[in-house]
C-alpha cells in the first residue's frame, strides 16, 4: 500500500532529516515549511498522517493538531509530533496526537514511531468500535483464508429482524446496547461451544457472522436464538411486551405494528459445497439467512445442498 505522508518542518536540518527518514520508509512524502502551503493537499487528498516538527513553538504547533483532529474529515489520519528533548505533560487530553518522537531520539525511534502509528490504525480499522469484534476487512480475510488452505468450516450470517422500527421508537443508544448484547451472546456460547477455531466477527449494523465446525454449528446457533429471545424482553417497555409489538406510523401515515425483535440466521458449510471466493459463501449465507426470516418457527435455515 502506498501511504501518502506530509511533514511540517521549519528548521533545514529537520526537513533535511525527515527527506532523509521518509526516504527509508518508500512512502509517497510532502514536506512543508507552514501548515498553510500543505493545507491543500490536506484537503484534497487526504493524506495517511501528518507529521509536525513541533520543538520550536510547542503550544503554537498543538492548536494546528487539534483543530485538524477534531475534524471529523481527518478521524483515520494519524498524527505525530516531533517534541523537545525534555518534553513532558500532565494533562494528556490536551494533546490529540497520536504518538510523539522526542527531538533527541528522532534518528533512533522514528521509522519505527511511524510504522507503529500506521499497524495502530489497521487494527482500529479493522475492529468495529461497538462491540470490539473483527470488523469486515478481517472477517473476509480469515473466510478466504480458510477457504485457501480447503479447511471445513461452517459459516453462519446472523441479523436482527424488526431492529429499525426498534431503534425508530427508542433510539440509538437503546438500539447500540441490544448490538453489544447480541455481540456478547455469540461471542460468548460460540467461544464456550468451540474454545479453538472458532470465530466471531461484526460485519456493521445488527449484521454478525461466525465460524465453527460443521458439526457443532446447529447447536450453537439454537442456543445462541434461545439465549437472544430470553434477553430482548429487557430492552422494551413494559407496555410493548404486554401487547407483544411496538407501532410505528408509515410515510402513508398508517400505524403498523411490529412485533418484538427476533435474530434469524443463515449457514452454509464447506463439509459439501466448494467455494473458491470469500464473497461466493457469504452470498450462499446471506440467502439461506433471508430464507430463515421467511419461516415462522425455525429461524435458522442449513444450506444443505452438495457440490460433490
Not at 504518538?99 to 522514528?110: A, C, M, S
Not at 413494559?238 to 412485533?259: A, M, N, Q, T, W
Not at 452470498?283 to 415462522?296: L, R
Request: some cysteine; charged content about 30%; aromatic content about 12%.
Amino acid at each position: 500500500m502506498n501511504r501518502k505522508i506530509i511533514a511540517l518542518a521549519k528548521s533545514s536540518n529537520t526537513k533535511k532529516l525527515f527527506y532523509e527518514l521518509l526516504d527509508e520508509l518508500n512512502f509517497e512524502k510532502y514536506i512543508f515549511d507552514d501548515i498553510k502551503d500543505a493545507l491543500e493537499i490536506i484537503y484534497n487528498e487526504i493524506p495517511d498522517m501528518l507529521i509536525i516538527d513541533a520543538t520550536e513553538e510547542f503550544d503554537k504547533d498543538l492548536y494546528i493538531f487539534n483543530e485538524l483532529k477534531q475534524d471529523p474529515l481527518f478521524v483515520s489520519m494519524s498524527f505525530i509530533a516531533i517534541v523537545p528533548s525534555d518534553f513532558y505533560c500532565k494533562n494528556w487530553k490536551k494533546f490529540l496526537f497520536d504518538d510523539y518522537v522526542r527531538e533527541n531520539l528522532i534518528e533512533k525511534d522514528f521509522t519505527m514511531r511511524v510504522l507503529l502509528c500506521f499497524e495502530r490504525a489497521e487494527r482500529i480499522i479493522a475492529t468495529n468500535p461497538l462491540t470490539k469484534l473483527p470488523g469486515n476487512l478481517v472477517i473476509q480475510r480469515e473466510i478466504q483464508r480458510r477457504i485457501d488452505k480447503e479447511e471445513i468450516f461452517s459459516l453462519a450470517y446472523a441479523d436482527l429482524d424488526n431492529f429499525k422500527p426498534f431503534n425508530d421508537k427508542y433510539g440509538f443508544y437503546r438500539g447500540d446496547e441490544v448490538i453489544k448484547m447480541l455481540g456478547r451472546v455469540i461471542l460468548n456460547i460460540v467461544r464456550a461451544e468451540q474454545p479453538k477455531g472458532s470465530f466471531v466477527g461484526h460485519i456493521g449494523g445488527d449484521d454478525f457472522v461466525y465460524i465453527m465446525r460443521p458439526e457443532s454449528i446447529e447447536e450453537t446457533t439454537v442456543k445462541i436464538i434461545e439465549v437472544f429471545d430470553n434477553l430482548i424482553i429487557n430492552f422494551y417497555d413494559l407496555e410493548d411486551i404486554k401487547k407483544g409489538y411496538i407501532e410505528s406510523v408509515s410515510r402513508e401515515g398508517k400505524i403498523l405494528h411490529f412485533p418484538i425483535m427476533t435474530l434469524s440466521v443463515g449457514i452454509t458449510s464447506t463439509k459439501n459445497r466448494k467455494f473458491r471466493h470469500f464473497s461466493e459463501m457469504a452470498e450462499v449465507a446471506s440467502t439461506m439467512k433471508t430464507f430463515a426470516k421467511k419461516q415462522k418457527e425455525k429461524r435458522y435455515a442449513i444450506d444443505r445442498r452438495r457440490d460433490f
